[in-house]
């Protein structure tokens, strides 16, 4: 027979009034809201230039700004994803080039430009990179961007792509082949150095919340032939875990190269 709640030992009272209400039950982690509400398209579409071959920027900025429709921002998504890809891509907004994707300057300019011809203010927009951007809005932020220090600043009017680097890794030096944009989700705090994307490659199965790993190189150089430059690789995040690698072009690792993070008002 219960006794009544009156007669109740106070710690089974407790357990009891805590179980009825759900009390005890954690909320969901900022990480796991992101993972549950950001959209994952895939950058293949055949109604994409180039069937979204180069599309990977305008795809996950897509998927960032989808998320922050929902939190508020509503005028971000006016029609469907996919149609704001496409604007995001076009030469008005990032110019996506057909070969060379979008480079860091061009999804600044592309987000910025989107974003308040929408109607929205900027609070504050940030870049973290070895490569040269411009702009007066921009606070710049030059060298090697560390994405778990930088996922932990995300919250609800924020927004953040990495883009990361496919590397040929000779011996201590790193030769780079191509690069790659992917949605930023948050810190993984259960797991050290790790962090989450949404990557729009059709390597990664829709709907896959990579779990990226991350660790600092200590010698050698960063080589881009297509630039003609090498830089320093000490202090460089070498990426893996279940970051899936573009071997296309001779790639054998990857590492972080630039960072954008937007915040609105």
């Given amino acids: 027979m219960s006794l009544p709640i009156a007669r109740m030992p106070l710690v089974v009272l407790l357990l009891t ?56 921002y509503p005028e971000l998504l006016p029609a469907s994803q996919l149609e704001l890809a496409r604007t995001l891509g076009s030469p008005e907004r990032m110019n996506t ?31 973290y990179g070895w490569r040269k951007v411009k702009g007066d809005s921009v606070n710049v932020e030059p060298g090697h961007p560390n994405a778990m220090e930088i996922a932990r600043t995300l919250d609800t009017n924020s927004i953040g792509l ?6 040929k890794q000779e011996g201590d030096n790193f030769r780079r082949v191509g690069g790659h ?14 962090f989450v994307v949404h990557d ?13 790993t991350a660790q600092q ?20 995040w ?13 790639a054998t690792t990857s590492v972080l190269d630039n960072v954008v993070v937007l915040r609105l008002e």
């Avoid at 944009?181 to 790790?194: I, R």
């Avoid at 070498?238 to 001779?250: A, C, M, V």
């Fill in 97 to 127: 080039a057909k070969t060379r994707g979008t480079g860091p300057q061009a999804m600044i300019r592309g987000l910025v430009g989107y974003v308040q011809e929408r109607g929205y203010k900027i609070e504050q927009i940030d870049y």
């Fill in 217 to 236: 190189i200590e010698t050698g150089k960063l080589i881009n032939p297509r630039r003609k430059s090498e830089l320093d690789a000490a202090g460089a």
């Fill in 17 to 72: 009034l805590a179980t009825s209400v759900n009390v005890l039950a954690a909320p969901p982690s900022d990480l796991q809201e992101r993972e549950r509400n950001t959209p994952d398209l895939p950058q293949s579409q055949q109604s994409l230039p180039g069937r979204g071959g180069q599309y990977c920027g305008p795809v996950s900025a897509s998927n960032a700004l989808a998320w922050l429709a929902g939190r508020g």
């Fill in 181 to 194: 944009w992917v949605t930023l989700l948050g810190a993984d705090e259960n797991y050290p150095a790790t």
């Fill in 200 to 212: 729009p490659a059709g390597r990664s199965p829709q709907g896959t919340h990579e779990r990226v």
């Fill in 238 to 250: 070498q990426l893996g875990g279940e970051l899936k690698i573009n071997t296309r072009k001779g």
């Fill in 162 to 167: 990495l883009n990361v680097g496919w590397y």
